[in-house]
């Protein structure tokens, strides 16, 4: 790998994201490009930025993260982009790949687990936490 993971997090909670930048830009592996707050912008910094890695919260307004996530790849199709959110219902993880997602974690999954799904994603994997394959295994 060269160089540091670059990351855009979108999310339109401004603790998760100044927190999560925080985290991820303690570790060297990592370097967070830009902090967003909704889909509208992530659109915009996605194809002006070329991020490795885009973290996508789902809920937001005016532009939620699964519309942000068609849109973003519709222009950037290399984008890897990994949903986020505080709901672990599968379904919004199957929607998320089904969209061309490539990984999705929910706001629980601990911080290992997301340097986890963003380092296998980042590699060419596909990840969902362990918390929604527990939910879809039963």
Request: with cysteine; proline share 4%.
């Amino acid at each position: 790998m060269s160089g540091p993971i670059r990351i855009i997090l979108v999310d339109d909670h401004d603790l998760v994201r100044e927190s999560w930048k925080q985290l991820l830009n303690n570790d060297p592996k990592f370097k967070v490009i830009a902090v967003l707050k909704n889909g509208t912008e992530a659109i915009e910094q996605s194809i002006n930025l070329l991020p490795d890695i885009i973290l996508m919260d789902i809920n937001m307004t005016p532009v939620n993260g699964f519309e942000a996530t068609e849109k973003i790849l519709s222009s950037v199709p290399s984008a890897k982009i990994i949903g986020i959110s505080v709901n672990n219902n599968p379904r919004y993880s199957a929607k998320m790949l089904s969209l061309g997602a490539k990984g999705f974690v929910t706001k629980t999954s601990t911080l290992n687990e997301l340097k986890k799904a963003i380092l296998r994603v980042h590699g060419g994997e596909t990840y969902v936490c362990e918390e929604i394959r527990k939910k879809d295994r039963q």
